[in-house]
């Protein structure tokens, strides 16, 4: 017997897989679901529900089972949950079972109705993973908005992705394979024919095959790309200027759903990005950023560790400076620092427009030389 958001109860005589599309089919919307007093004794089959869309369950109940090692766990570690029940199974009553529990699943927020605390995790040498990453919020709200943008186009309209290349900009792709499991289901082959992994023997002419120049190239591998469903809200995201340059370095890491095939992917995503020209096609498109170049890697599925919190840091009441007070601001910075003018002004913005603050930060730069010669004025 089945409970489907504890208001449905259904009494089936079928096997587990059949359960879960049957879930899937019917009950979209559900996000808990109970296998209490079924006499379950191994989680081995759930491993299967990657296969199917189910990520709306999100609650599972196994009160009253005979589940009574803690490795069976790892069958379910796959699936994105916020709340877990084993009460009533030899499991709950093993040593540790909190912190075992909580350490497979980080995402976890309640475990047999008690939330997780900071006492339920094991204590780590390793810092914590961090959230997004960025040097500026008004960057960082601007990838976001092209991610968002990028990610719903290639997911719903991908003939329309093409506008937001130009026809110098490149493009290639790497594939890991799952080395532990069997193969999984979904577009295997078609990753591994445009793997460009430059560690892996191949000779030079395929290698630069595989390097996509133009959009037009780009977007005939995007034909052949499998059908997608992006999860951008569980994505890490890290924004900061390319070094050297006044182009923005977008790198997103999360997972993809293959629709066709109910796979789920992982994937590393790394985007160099140019405003786009007022009146080109990327802007009549309503593309803010053209993309130079991109790198997409893409491995078997693994979720993201829990992230550290990282409380707001209070803002400043910073005054911007504006008209003839802006352009004399730069100026004599550039004039002291001998700094190219966009580079003085960038240097004074990430420093909340305050000179003196401004010129310890490029003191110190130049002194260990991370500043490129070309900043400066010949």
């Known amino acids: 017997m089945i409970i489907i958001n504890n208001n449905t109860t259904i009494i089936i005589h079928l096997n587990q897989l059949t359960i879960f599309k049957f879930i899937c089919l019917l009950f979209v919307f559900a996000i808990t679901v109970s296998f209490s007093h079924n006499n379950i004794n191994t989680l081995a089959s759930f491993k299967l529900m990657i296969r199917f869309s189910l990520d709306h369950v999100i609650n599972f109940n196994f009160d009253s089972n005979k ?152 977007y005939n591998f995007f034909k052949l790309y499998p059908v997608t ?36 992917r992982s994937y590393d995503r790394t985007f160099i990005l140019a405003p786009s020209q007022p009146g080109s096609e990327a802007a009549k498109g309503g593309w803010e950023a053209i993309i130079l170049n991109e790198q997409l890697h893409v491995r078997p599925y693994v979720r993201l560790p829990r992230l550290e919190s990282v409380a707001p840091q209070p803002i400043a009441n910073i005054t911007i400076p504006i008209g003839a007070e802006l352009e004399t601001l730069v100026n004599d910075f550039a004039v002291y620092t001998k700094l190219k003018p966009e580079f003085a002004k960038e240097c004074l913005s990430l420093s909340g427009w305050d000179k003196s603050k401004a010129l310890e930060t490029f003191q110190n730069l130049k002194a260990n030389n991370q500043i490129p010669a070309d900043y400066f004025v010949a």
Not at 239 to 244: E, H, I, M, S
Not at 249 to 262: K, P, Q, R, S
């Open 67 to 218: 589940i009574s090692d803690v490795n069976e766990l790892d069958n379910l570690t796959d699936l994105s949950l916020r709340e877990l029940v084993f009460t009533n199974n030899p499991i709950a009553q093993l040593p540790n079972y909190r912190m075992d529990v909580a350490r497979k699943f980080p995402d976890l927020l309640i475990l047999d109705g008690i939330p997780i605390g900071p006492e339920d995790f094991p204590p780590s040498p390793i810092p914590p993973l961090r959230p997004n990453y960025c040097d500026s919020q008004e960057r960082q709200q601007f990838a976001f908005r092209f991610l968002e943008k990028y990610f719903t186009t290639f997911d719903k309209s991908r003939e329309e992705i093409i506008k937001a290349y130009t026809e110098d900009s490149k493009f290639s792709m790497t594939f890991m394979a799952d080395s532990s499991t069997l193969p999984m289901r979904g577009s295997t082959k078609a990753y591994q024919r445009n793997n460009r992994n430059l560690k892996k023997p191949s000779d030079d002419i395929k290698k630069t095959q595989l390097l996509y120049s133009g959009y037009d190239n780009i």
């Open 229 to 264: 469903s992006h999860y951008l809200a569980s994505s890490v995201i890290d924004t900061f200027l390319a070094p050297g340059s006044s182009l923005l370095n977008v790198v997103i890491h999360g997972h993809y759903l293959e629709t066709a095939f109910n796979s789920k």
